[in-house]
């Protein structure tokens, strides 16, 4: 953290959206202990680019740089996966994820599959119809007739040189 400097802003965007990218599932399935470590991170990096003392609180902070705190952002960027995922066709590879599963009953984890669903009920994203992710056609394409192209353009200019 002693690296960043203070003109940060426009990095600090790339970074924190590279690690939501890569990290959307396994991120919410860390340790609590890893998690406040981060907020942690954050809560130096806001300090850092804001030019803030250590004992300002973490809130004013986020409020003042325009950040979501960490735990409501993993938490929107999960139900923005689930909401993804209940897109895909039931033969999708990833609704996997989503299926129930026998250890269910006998431990409690955090499972991406698991807690998620528990959140999409309390707050109501359940009851919302989703429009398919990846809308297919109908007419496969391989039927449907060659397109023609007008090329006169083109050789003219290829006639040119």
């Known amino acids: ?10 990095r600090q965007n790339s970074i924190k959206d590279h690690l939501h990218r890569t990290n959307k599932i396994c991120i919410r399935s860390a340790a609590h202990t890893s998690l406040k470590k981060l907020d942690n991170i954050q ?3 806001l300090r850092l680019c804001a030019g803030a003392v250590r004992t300002t609180p973490t809130s004013a902070l986020q409020v003042e740089m325009g950040e979501m705190p960490l735990e409501l952002r993993r938490e929107q960027l999960a139900l923005s996966y689930w909401v993804n995922l209940k897109g895909h066709s039931e033969d999708h590879p990833t609704q ?13 984890t955090k499972s991406f599959g698991w807690t998620i669903e528990k959140k999409a009920k309390e707050h109501d994203v359940t009851a919302i119809n989703i429009i398919p992710t990846v809308p ?9 007739p060659e397109p023609s ?5 083109l050789n003219k200019k290829n006639k040119e040189k």
Do not use: G
């Open 1 to 10: 953290m002693t690296s960043l400097s203070y003109p940060c802003f426009p």
């Open 43 to 45: 809560y130096q990096a």
């Open 96 to 108: 996997d994820t989503l299926k129930p599963c026998w250890e269910e009953e006998r431990r409690e």
């Open 136 to 144: 297919l056609s109908v007419t496969q394409p391989w039927i449907l």
């Open 149 to 153: 192209m007008d090329l006169t353009l």
